[in-house]
């Protein structure tokens, strides 16, 4: 009876720590003009409290609107991202994807 009631404990302990994991979440750390031409520019970031970082991208609207251009990058092994983009207006979105579902978004407004 003792060691089925530490095995029960064990679990609602090791439940309770998963259901406490942090959220996943993104932030735009920088985006600024690369020096090379007048509308290239680099988004950077970081992704936290992902499960898998090897099935997470990072999808980025940069102008968003008309005149959109879209890119995908893959978040590294700590969660770091950046990406090279054209942009006119230097207005951007990025939305963290994992397992197929958008978990987290970020806006450089």
């Not at 530490?6 to 993104?26: H, K, Q, R, Y």
Request: hydrophobic share 40%.
């Amino acid at each position: 009876m003792k060691s089925f009631l530490v095995g029960v404990c064990g679990i609602i302990t090791a439940m309770s720590s998963i259901a406490m994991a942090d959220e996943p979440s993104l932030k735009i750390t920088s985006f600024q003009l690369t020096g090379s031409r007048e509308h290239t520019a680099e988004m950077c970031g970081k992704a936290s409290g992902l499960a898998d970082v090897w099935a997470s991208r990072v999808v980025i609207t940069v102008d968003p609107g008309a005149n959109q251009g879209r890119y995908v990058t893959q978040v590294d092994q700590n969660g770091n991202w950046c990406q090279i983009v054209w942009a006119r207006t230097f207005r951007g979105e990025a939305e963290l994807w994992s397992n197929g579902k958008m978990v987290s978004a970020a806006s450089t407004k």
